[in-house]
């Protein structure tokens, strides 16, 4: 009987672009992702949707593909750790976030997300819903037909001063949120392209980020300063970290209780904020499927303000929501780096590689969706969402490190679309085109100015 041939594997990476080596490398690689999304994409329609680049001796493998995805995030999730973009001290996102959920790994990472946990659990933050509602009524109030108003701010600015009450007690508006708008700023800028430059060059940009770090950390020990002193539990997520102990019976220091509650200002509004944004873009750009939204939330609600009862009745809301995330992922890529040799389909992923889960290729692949660019919610009707491939759809990313604040985000998503949509439509100017600025998340480039119409 004749011997069956082995599976082809590339000799360790899939075919992709070498940025050669020394600083010009770093020079070449920063030119061509000055503008992030618009380098992937132009690399993918050139070596196709799996492909590699290499600067300086650094190999990065791009995944696309369902199986690869699953795999890396599911199947061999033990053998890859957050990257650099995440860890570095001085250029990652560590920086800011220190040794939170996003960027701990190992037993650190473990426990903490076993301490938050409960706080984000899907029966504890239904009693979140009254706040998400009263305070996106309150922001109404505010508002006037016929105003043309920037709404990537009104979002950020909500989504803030939810998650600061839900998860804090703190009611963060204003001059009190500035801080925090200037540290997610420069979080954003940091994350956006390559830097060639040390950080103890005191550039402006340099001395912006000092000053935003700065800044935000005496908001945020202040805030735990002042909830210590109380001895106040409140049953929110700040009260479980300040009384929380570890098996020794010792508390978590202020630093880790600092970490992971900058963690979650940065998880727990960016992504909500930038989805709420891209709604509006889409449904103002499709009046059919806003008629069809309005439809419901009239029938459903009958001019009143949604509640936590009526979330199971807006089902086409929730549709929309879902497909929005579909063109455009909160989370668009997110690097793991190879922390022992590793098979990928046909790929072998050497220790210390690093390979990009990158979400917005795979939600816009057409071996995987029809019509890939359309908006059409109904792809998430009861009888077409099951026949989408396995980890083909993932807004929150996937397996044991799967977005923890997923269930507070779609419930905040759609009591605010409701809340917002029942009374006003937003539309963007004729011939307006909104471009997308990659950062941590996908942000409207240059904000996101429209009109405002009452019902």
């Known amino acids: 009987m004749a011997a069956i041939a082995a599976p082809p594997y590339h000799a360790n990476i899939p075919e992709g672009i070498d940025f050669g080596s020394g600083i010009m490398s770093l020079v070449r690689a920063a030119r061509t992702f000055s503008d992030p999304m618009k380098g992937i994409l132009g690399l993918s329609a050139k070596y196709g949707e799996t492909f590699s680049l290499t600067v300086n001796g650094m190999t990065m493998v791009m995944l696309t593909r369902p199986e690869h995805l699953h795999a890396v995030l599911v199947e061999h999730a033990d053998a890859f750790y957050k990257d650099?973009?995440?860890?570095?001290?001085?250029?990652?996102?560590?920086?800011?976030?220190?040794?939170?959920l996003i960027t701990s790994d190992g037993a650190l990472w473990k426990r903490q997300r076993k301490l938050v946990a409960p706080a984000l659990h899907a029966r504890r933050i239904a009693a979140y819903a009254q706040t998400m509602t009263d305070y996106s009524d309150t922001m109404l109030s505010h508002w006037q037909s016929g105003a043309k108003m920037?709404?990537?701010?009104?979002?950020?600015?909500?989504?803030?001063?939810?998650?600061?009450?839900?998860?804090?007690?703190?009611?963060?508006?204003?001059?009190?949120?500035?801080?925090?708008?200037?540290?997610?700023?420069?979080?954003?800028?940091?994350?956006?392209?390559?830097?060639?430059?040390?950080?103890?060059?005191?550039t402006p940009a340099e001395l912006r980020r000092r000053k935003a770090l700065r800044g935000m950390d005496k908001l945020i020990y202040q805030i735990i300063e002042e909830r210590k002193a109380s001895g106040a539990d409140t049953g929110d997520l700040l009260s479980m970290l300040v009384s929380a102990r570890d098996e020794n019976g010792e508390p978590m220091d202020d630093r880790q209780i600092r970490d992971e509650a900058v963690t979650l200002f940065l998880a727990g509004h960016e992504t909500t904020a930038n989805l709420l944004n891209w709604t509006w873009v889409l449904l103002s750009q499709n009046p059919d499927i806003r008629a069809k939204l309005h439809e419901e939330l009239d029938t459903v609600l009958g001019g009143r303000l949604p509640t936590l009862a009526d979330l199971d009745s807006l089902t086409y809301s929730e549709r929309i929501i879902k497909e929005s995330m579909r063109l455009y992922p909160p989370a668009w890529s997110v690097g793991r780096v190879a922390i022992r040799d590793v098979q990928i389909g046909e790929y072998l992923i050497s220790?210390?590689?690093?390979?990009a889960v990158t979400t917005y290729i795979t939600h816009h692949s057409p071996t995987l969706w029809d019509d890939p660019e359309r908006f059409d919610p109904d792809r998430f009707s009861p009888e077409r969402e099951s026949s989408i491939p396995r980890y083909a759809y993932l807004p929150f990313g996937g397996g044991p490190r799967v977005c923890i604040g997923n269930h507070f985000a779609m419930m905040e998503a759609k009591l605010i679309l409701a809340t917002i949509a029942s009374?006003?439509?937003?539309?963007?100017?004729?011939?307006?085109?909104v471009g997308m600025k990659a950062r941590i998340t996908l942000n409207p480039d240059g904000g996101l100015p429209m009109t405002l119409q009452a019902r």
């Open 351 to 355: 220790k210390g590689m690093r390979v």
């Open 84 to 100: 650099a973009d995440y860890t570095d001290p001085d250029k990652g996102l560590a920086r800011f976030v220190g040794q939170g």
């Open 150 to 202: 920037d709404i990537a701010h009104e979002m950020m600015e909500l989504t803030i001063r939810i998650v600061s009450k839900t998860l804090f007690d703190v009611d963060m508006s204003g001059a009190l949120a500035k801080p925090i708008f200037e540290a997610m700023k420069e979080i954003q800028e940091m994350q956006g392209g390559i830097s060639l430059l040390p950080v103890w060059i005191p």
């Open 423 to 433: 009374r006003y439509t937003l539309e963007l100017a004729p011939g307006q085109t």
